[in-house]
């Protein structure tokens, strides 16, 4: 299982600048690549390379760099036809797909560029790195991480990592190949049901409250607002500092959520059930927006700034990690439908908290009630699969 370590490098007043030209530079290399691509429609890197790596090598770039750029401007093409063929651009003929469509893909100066073993070296026990740059080798380059981090890039670090400058300072972002955890067969089912309201609540009682965040949220909202409303010169410096806070801050929330379902399903032996939650940005209707904002944006301020996708990665690949089955269930109808007797109506959900079926009279907590189905549709997947998985291996 591929995880990706992040370490922040600490370089003195001389090797800052290099590293940033460095950056500069192969970003810069990386446009000229890519407007060559598409005037030339977009060869494979085989043929792409013949165009542009005699070029890269005279502007200063190394053997490895060069190819590395070419790499980068093609793997950037075949993620823009994939977003093109899924449909994530828009339909054929609109005017964000025509926008795409109709220029060479651009890198900004300090976008990521990677870096394999012959350009960068670690030394763990010093805790610093060698890597190329443009100026030549930079040796004793300092970085800092968490222990847990520096153990993970001793044992498992693989391949290629990433050198990135974020608002003046350098990270190194490190694959790290991590060996998974052998699967159990699970004595039960959590469902985890997902919301705004409630971030994340499960079948056996744990329910991560969002009223913290979403005050953050707004808190952030109404100091932007204020912000660009200013229009000075330290008001716009505050909004590029802050322009991170509140994606960190939900980032760490989920983290927090995520490890507290995988830790209960591995203390019980469990499977863990979420919800297939492909597409709800399309799907879901906000009936009760946020306070102060026009009755139009409010409900798609809230739902898009939930990081539910977020933090479905994070419990996957925590799961993962520990060895935790996880399987992914239709969310169809789980609000409206009775645990109890399986009655579905549009009704039985009186209101976000209250959940009371009108055929058994059963009361409970709305997503409570949610997550039980969750947990029980989960089971049916789970069984199915394993049934699948027998009958292949006959």
Not at 197 to 217: D, E, F, K, Q, V
Not at 254 to 263: G, L, P
Not at 341 to 363: P, S
Request: proline letters at 3%; a positive charge; hydrophobic letters at 35%.
């Amino acid at each position: 299982m591929k995880i990706v370590v992040q370490v922040r490098l600490m370089p003195d007043a001389a090797q800052a600048p290099v590293l940033g030209a460095t950056l500069h530079t192969v970003n810069d290399r990386a446009n000229w690549v890519s407007e060559v691509a598409f005037a030339r429609g977009v060869p494979r890197e085989y043929a792409l390379r013949k165009h542009t790596y005699a070029e890269l090598k005279a502007a200063g770039l190394g053997a490895q760099a060069a190819q590395h750029t070419i790499k980068k401007v093609c793997d950037a093409y075949i993620t823009l036809r994939a977003n093109l063929r899924a449909g994530n651009l828009g339909k054929p003929g609109s005017k964000r797909r025509r926008k795409a469509e109709s220029k060479p893909a651009v890198f900004r100066p300090e976008a990521a560029h990677p870096f394999d073993d012959r350009c960068l070296s670690w030394q763990y026990d010093a805790q610093t790195v060698s890597i190329w740059t443009t100026a030549g080798r930079l040796k004793n380059v300092r970085f800092a991480c968490s222990a847990d981090a520096l153990k993970t890039l001793r044992e498992y670090r693989k391949g290629e990592s990433d050198l990135i400058e974020r608002d003046g300072v350098f990270y190194l972002t490190a694959v790290c190949e991590v060996p998974e955890a052998g699967q159990h067969e699970p004595d039960g089912f959590i469902g985890v049901d997902l919301g705004i309201a409630n971030i994340a609540t499960t079948s056996t009682g744990y329910r991560a409250a969002g009223r913290g965040l979403n005050r953050h949220r707004k808190r952030q909202l109404d100091l932007r607002r204020k912000l660009q409303a200013k229009g000075t010169k330290s008001a716009k410096r505050r909004l590029k500092n802050r322009r991170r806070k509140e994606a960190r801050h939900a980032a760490n929330v989920n983290h927090i959520i995520s490890k507290q379902i995988v830790t209960e399903a591995e203390r019980t032996s469990s499977a863990i059930a979420l919800e297939d939650l492909g597409g709800i940005r399309q799907r879901v209707r906000l009936r009760k927006p946020w306070g102060h904002l026009p009755a139009e944006g409010r409900g798609r301020v809230t739902l898009h700034s939930w990081a539910f996708h977020q933090l479905g990665q994070f419990v996957e690949y925590k799961a993962r990690r520990a060895g935790v089955p996880l399987v992914y269930a239709d969310p169809a109808y789980t609000s409206q439908e009775c645990a109890e007797c399986h009655h579905i109506e549009k009704k039985n959900r009186v209101d976000q908290a209250l959940f009371i079926c009108r055929k058994c009279g059963v009361v409970a907590h709305a997503d409570r009630n949610a997550s039980h189905n969750i947990a029980a549709r989960g089971r049916v997947v789970w069984i199915a699969g394993r049934e699948s998985r027998v009958s292949a291996t006959t």
